[in-house]
């Protein structure tokens, strides 16, 4: 094995790391000056990265309600965990893009719960790696309803990792807010616009396949979305043409996401359910045509039921 797959794979020490919206926007404000570069040729290389990494509306992708439940379960422990082994929201939200990443290429047998939560320790196991400073060891990743030998989860990371083909550095929302709250006002913005922005990221991602648009469109509508309720598509092209980079970012689908988090956040708002990271049902399954298409997960009943505290 090599030193990359041992790096990712060996288990580390136990740390918790401080948490907090302006820690994360301090980070990713010095993440740009680290390139050498300007803020609008670093947001461009983003911008262009996202594009090949194919984030993509998949129509052959269909929701299907054990999914959803699974899918809802899966968010919830990740969030949980997040906040358990002090990790930051970027890592939660990576580990997510991992998971819906994975299940556009790879299909799971419905009612194999057990499977949808290994894919989850592992999902968040390689975010861990790729965004934390220090990183628990694998038995710190803890489940109500199974208890998963090591081997087993780093099986599942090699799965994973091979599935993505190695490309775990993924651009996420985070990469942008920053940069978008700074363009999108002409003032200083009010100090609660980055931790509300985020707060609509997440609510966002519990009701959407996270690969279906790209980062920057859905952080530029959450932004948007935070600073003003009220924006028409004439307002929301005008805002966009701050963006040097405007010409790689379709504002009728800024403006087409930017109704889709209003009416998400109006929804969850309605239901009561607000938290400051809040997760309900959400996910996707594949229709019969687009699973035909697909290589389906590989471990079985027994080997995932034998590492469990309950049956799949």
């Known amino acids: 094995m090599d030193d990359l797959s041992s790096s990712l794979l060996c288990q580390e020490s136990d740390a918790y790391l401080e948490e907090g919206g302006d820690e994360l926007e301090h980070q990713l404000v010095g993440s740009r000056h680290d390139c050498g570069v300007s803020e609008d040729e670093y947001v461009g290389i983003l911008v262009e990265r996202e594009i090949v990494l194919g984030f993509r509306m998949d129509e052959t992708l269909v929701f299907g309600d054990w999914m959803k439940r699974a899918r809802m379960e899966a968010i919830n422990w990740i969030l949980k965990t997040r906040a358990t082994l002090g990790f930051c929201f ?7 893009t991992y998971f819906d990443r994975f299940l556009s290429r790879r299909s799971i047998d419905s009612e194999k719960c057990w499977a949808i939560q290994l894919l989850s320790i592992a999902c968040l196991s390689l975010a861990a790696k790729m965004e934390e400073c220090n990183v628990p060891a694998l038995s710190e990743f803890k489940l109500d309803d199974y208890s998963f030998e090591g081997k087993v989860i780093q099986k599942m990371e090699l799965l994973v990792l091979s599935t993505l083909e190695w490309k775990m550095g993924i651009i996420t929302p985070f990469d942008f807010l920053s940069y978008f709250i700074t363009k999108f006002c002409k003032e200083s913005p009010p100090s609660p616009t980055f931790s509300k922005t985020m707060q609509l990221i997440f609510t966002t991602m ?3 396949n996270l690969m279906d648009q790209k980062p920057s469109v859905i952080a530029a509508a959450a932004t948007l979305v935070a600073m003003d309720q009220k924006l028409t598509m004439d307002a929301v092209e005008l805002k966009m043409s701050s963006i040097p980079q405007h010409w790689l970012l379709e504002p009728k689908d800024v403006f087409e996401y930017y109704n889709l988090i ?3 956040h109006e929804e969850d708002t309605k239901r009561d359910t607000h938290t400051p990271i809040d997760v309900t049902d ?11 298409k697909r290589r389906r997960l590989t471990f079985n009943d027994d080997e995932g039921s034998s590492h469990g505290k309950g049956q799949g």
């Open 282 to 292: 959400s996910s996707r399954v594949t229709s019969s045509a687009a699973m035909a």
């Open 206 to 208: 519990k009701e959407v």
């Open 90 to 96: 970027e890592t939660a939200y990576l580990s997510v």
């Open 262 to 264: 209003q009416r998400l």
